[in-house]
């Protein structure tokens, strides 16, 4: 079966400095990755996906990039963080026609 | 376009009492819809879901929903509630026949009183 790891599972940063959250995946090949953010009250917020290698939508313009340098491998980057920028990123996986299966999520605070 | 709509950020009950969240979607064809349950500062997990077939479909942890096309609903029950059933509940929608990208709703908070 499909796992994701995300990882770290907290993070503090401070304004101004840069971000890599990392997300991986076991049991699939070819997988459809998105990243979300989670903001108290708000839900979630699809910001990018991947259906391949190199193949990054954005949902929404930000201070956020994202890049897809392996199959099973999605990553968040920032190169200056924002206060805004804080909340929950949740990495998940959804195949076609199907529930999403998503990691344990990363809590970052900017400050 | 597809949207989802929950009723009420927060509902509160008291142990053993009926949960009822509430959820009403939009789409322009039939879809296929979730509920999904998020304990603090973790991820989503799935409770149920509907693609096609029977309308009431059962989930974990007791949940159920009933898909009504009439009413654009997909309501998320369970008999009596548990205090571990304290988390927030999410809807989605994707529209079946291929296209992947669910519309989730805000969330609905539910709190269980002893």
């Known amino acids: 079966s499909q796992t994701i790891h995300q990882w770290p599972a907290t993070l503090v940063q401070p304004v101004g400095s840069p971000l890599s959250l990392e997300c991986t995946v076991e049991g699939t090949s070819n997988p459809n990755l998105y990243w979300y953010r989670q903001a108290a009250g708000r839900g979630l917020q699809l910001l990018f996906y991947s259906v391949g290698i190199g193949q990054i939508s954005s949902e929404v313009p930000q201070n956020l990039s994202a890049s897809r340098p392996q199959d099973r491998q999605f990553i968040l980057s920032s190169k200056k963080l924002l206060l805004s920028d804080s909340g929950f990123y949740l990495c998940?996986?959804?195949?076609?026609?199907?529930?999403?299966?998503f990691g344990q999520g990363t809590r970052l605070t900017v400050v | 376009a597809q949207s989802v709509t929950q009723l009420g950020s927060h509902v509160s009950v008291s142990e053993g009492a009926l949960v009822l969240l509430r959820c009403n979607y939009s789409s322009s064809v039939p879809p296929y819809l979730f509920w999904y349950v998020q304990y603090p500062n973790q991820g989503l997990q799935l409770l149920l879901k509907?693609?096609?077939?029977?309308?009431l479909v059962k989930g974990i942890n007791g949940f159920e929903a009933e898909f009504k096309k009439s009413e654009t609903s997909f309501h998320l029950t369970k008999p009596s509630a548990h205090m571990s059933d304290a988390a927030e509940y999410f809807c989605?929608?994707?529209?079946?026949?291929?296209?992947?990208?669910?519309?989730f709703g805000r969330g609905t908070s539910l709190i269980v009183h002893p």
């Open positions: 998940a996986l959804i195949p076609t026609n199907t529930e999403a299966f």
């Open positions: 509907y693609t096609t077939g029977a309308t």
């Open positions: 989605a929608v994707t529209k079946g026949g291929g296209s992947y990208i669910p519309t």
